[in-house]
């Protein structure tokens, strides 16, 4: 199981999925103090900007990267079964790329909502967006689910080919 590089693939796409699950993954600063922290199931502003409705917090990019975790485990453990474990890393790249998606449009909801909340003597000192690094968690993750999902390939193939010779 360990032997196949495709599964070190997987296990670096859980390991980096899991430290974004806990992780802050960007942060808004006026005048280099830290207005509002996001991370994958909070949106907390400080401050002045504590007004910020958070109800509706980014909760969905925590279930995208625990579906991840989950779908990416089971494809680690299915390593006999190669069709289906090609499958879920599949649908695991289709969800990461969901992940992105989804980051994108909660920090453009934010920053619109924080710029709205700009106290009208301070207009120049809008809200600055700063992505963390762990941000870039999920676009290696899907680099290395597409490493995986041609290791599986090959591995098919030459398990195809042997089966001919027979």
Known sequence: MIQR????????????????????????????????????????????????????????????????????TLSILLFRKRLRQLRLTIFSTILLVGYVAAYAVFTYYYQLNLEQLVPEATVRLTPTFHIKFVAIFPVLSIIFNCLAIQGIRKDEALVRSLDRIR
């Open 5 to 72: 590089i495709q599964t070190v693939y997987l296990m670096l796409v859980l390991i980096l999925s899991f430290v974004g699950l806990i992780s802050t993954i960007g942060e808004w600063t006026v005048a280099d103090a830290v207005v509002a922290h996001f991370s994958n199931f909070t949106f907390g502003a400080e401050g002045a900007y504590k007004q910020l409705d958070t109800t509706s917090g980014p909760w969905c990019l925590g279930v995208l990267l625990i579906l991840v975790m989950l779908l990416t």
